[in-house]
C-alpha cells in the first residue's frame, strides 16, 4: 500500500520558519522525483520545488533563496524548510512521489503564515 504523509505545517507569524516533513511508505521512495506542491483558496495547486533520486533540485521563482527542500532516502522522508515565511505562502502543502508509471498524493498539511 502506497502512503504518503505529511506533517510540521502550523501557524506562523510573517518572518518565521517551519519545517515540513513528507515519510513515505514503499519502495518506490529511493527512485521517485518527489516534490512539494501547494493550493491556496481559489487557486490552482502549484509546485513549490522537487528533487530526483540524485539529488537534484528545482524550485518556484517564488521560493528561491527561502526554501530548501532535501530528502532521506534510508529514511523515506522527503524535507521542506521554509524560512522567511510570507503571509502568500498560506496554502495546503502537499507532498508528491512521481515515476514513470505512478504520481502518488500525500493528504496535505496547512500552513498559515499570518500576525
Known amino acids: 500500500q502506497v502512503l504518503l504523509v505529511e506533517s510540521g505545517g502550523g501557524l506562523v507569524q510573517p518572518g518565521g520558519s517551519l519545517r515540513l516533513s513528507c515519510v513515505a511508505s514503499?519502495?518506490?521512495?529511493?527512485?521517485?522525483?518527489m516534490g512539494w506542491y501547494r493550493q491556496a483558496p481559489g487557486k490552482q495547486r502549484e509546485l513549490v520545488a522537487d528533487?530526483?533520486?540524485?539529488?537534484?533540485?528545482n524550485y518556484a521563482d517564488s521560493v528561491k533563496g527561502r526554501f530548501t527542500i532535501s530528502r532521506d532516502n534510508a529514511k523515506n522522508t522527503m524535507y521542506l524548510q521554509m524560512n522567511s515565511l510570507k503571509p502568500e505562502d498560506t496554502a495546503v502543502y502537499y507532498c508528491?512521489?512521481?515515476?514513470?508509471?505512478?504520481?502518488?498524493w500525500g493528504q496535505g498539511t496547512q500552513v498559515t503564515v499570518s500576525s
Open positions: 508528491n512521489a512521481k515515476g514513470i508509471f505512478y504520481s502518488y
Open positions: 514503499g519502495s518506490f521512495f529511493a527512485n521517485s522525483r
Open positions: 528533487i530526483t533520486s540524485d539529488h537534484s533540485t
